[in-house]
């Protein structure tokens, strides 16, 4: 990986419950971020949760959503892991339950007029999922690697096993052949002001001009293509941002190769550290032609780890 990690040079049923318990060894069915909907005859459940992803470069939704009569929710689709049952009423009336039919399970009940404020508790069910599945299966190594560079507890995925180290400087990859994940840890001296902006807004480059510019500066000269001209760099354009009540700098959108033709999503965290240094965690994907979503929403559970 002495330039660029290889790859991404190339590249860059179970049976049904009966009870009203759920069965002490069936697993729930579907993939991470599918939605089963019951009942939703309009449509308006489904259309909601399938709008597209803002955060990638091209039309992925934010779940792929299944949609089912009342009469259907019987026998294997009760082992689904996430569910939303239209219920009849006011934004007031939803609910959530857990492991209803089976583990893990999230089963929320909401209308078309909720159905915002319950998307948030599938989105954190999807992340504690995501996360608890990282503490089953970490690459502690690498993890040791982040805390002696940077003294922080960071869980890295089992498949990230490659990594390219600088000054105050680390990148980690799965080195996939079709795909690959990456995360970057990076230290920069001095603190991000406060600027508070809320929810996100853009273009970032306008608020944190100094601070996002340092951060490409260190992904160009660290992150290079096949040509000492080829670097990688945040397409400025894209990138979003907010800052929290600790200061802490959210930022997401596209990086890009210079002078390439690579590219994809990414987000990152900037943290100020007592030290009067910044702490930046930014996860990216490189996947042509492939599905990103998952992709990117694994790695969420690497930075926000909670």
């Given at each position: 990986m002495n330039k660029l990690l290889?790859?991404?040079?190339?590249?860059?049923?179970l049976a049904a419950c009966g009870g009203r318990k759920p069965a002490e060894h069936a697993m729930?069915?579907?993939?991470?971020?599918?939605?089963?909907?019951?009942?939703?005859?309009?449509?308006?459940?489904?259309?909601c949760l399938g709008r597209p992803c803002r955060e990638l470069p091209q039309g992925e939704p934010m779940y792929d959503v299944v949609s089912i009569s009342p009469k259907d929710f019987r026998g294997s689709y009760r082992l689904a892991r996430t569910v939303v049952i239209y219920t009849k009423g006011t934004r007031h009336d939803w609910d959530i339950k857990d492991?209803?039919?089976?583990?893990?399970?999230?089963?929320?009940?909401?209308?078309?007029?909720?159905?915002?404020?319950?998307?948030?508790?599938?989105e954190q069910f999807e992340h504690q999922q995501a996360v608890k599945q990282l503490r089953r299966k970490h690459n502690p190594k690498a993890g040791a690697l982040v805390k002696k560079m940077f003294g922080?507890?960071?869980?890295?995925?089992?498949?990230?096993?490659?990594?390219?180290?600088?000054?105050?400087?680390?990148?980690?990859?799965?080195?996939?052949?079709?795909?690959?994940?990456?995360?970057?840890?990076m230290r920069l001296r001095g603190q991000?002001?406060?600027?508070?902006?809320?929810?996100?807004?853009?273009?970032?480059?306008?608020?944190?001009?100094?601070?996002?510019?340092?951060v490409d500066s260190c992904l160009g000269a660290n992150?290079?293509?096949?040509?000492?001209?080829?670097?990688?760099?945040?397409?400025?354009?894209?990138?979003?941002?907010?800052?929290?009540?600790?200061?802490?700098?959210?930022?997401?959108?596209?990086?890009?190769?210079?002078n390439d033709i690579m590219g994809g999503p990414f987000f990152a965290r900037l943290t100020n550290r007592r030290d009067g240094t910044m702490l930046v965690?930014?996860?990216?994907?490189y996947a042509p032609g492939?599905?990103?979503?998952?992709?990117?929403?694994?790695?969420?559970?690497?930075?926000?780890?909670?």
């Open positions: 290889p790859a991404l040079t190339t590249l860059l049923l729930s069915s579907m993939k991470p971020y599918e939605v089963l909907v019951v009942g939703d005859s309009a449509d308006a459940i489904a259309d492991n209803v039919y089976t583990r893990p399970q999230r089963v929320v009940y909401a209308n078309k007029d909720n159905i915002l404020i319950a998307e948030a508790f599938i922080e507890d960071i869980r890295i995925p089992a498949d990230m096993k490659a990594s390219k180290q600088g000054k105050d400087f680390l990148w980690l990859s799965d080195n996939g052949t079709l795909a690959t994940k990456n995360l970057v840890v991000c002001p406060y600027y508070h902006l809320g929810d996100f807004l853009g273009p970032a480059f306008k608020a944190f001009p100094e601070v996002l510019q340092r992150i290079r293509g096949e040509a000492d001209d080829m670097r990688m760099r945040m397409n400025a354009s894209t990138v979003m941002t907010r800052q929290d009540k600790m200061l802490d700098l959210h930022f997401h959108g596209l990086w890009e190769m210079e965690e930014l996860a990216f994907v492939q599905k990103k979503r998952n992709l990117i929403r694994q790695l969420e559970a690497v930075v926000y780890d909670y």
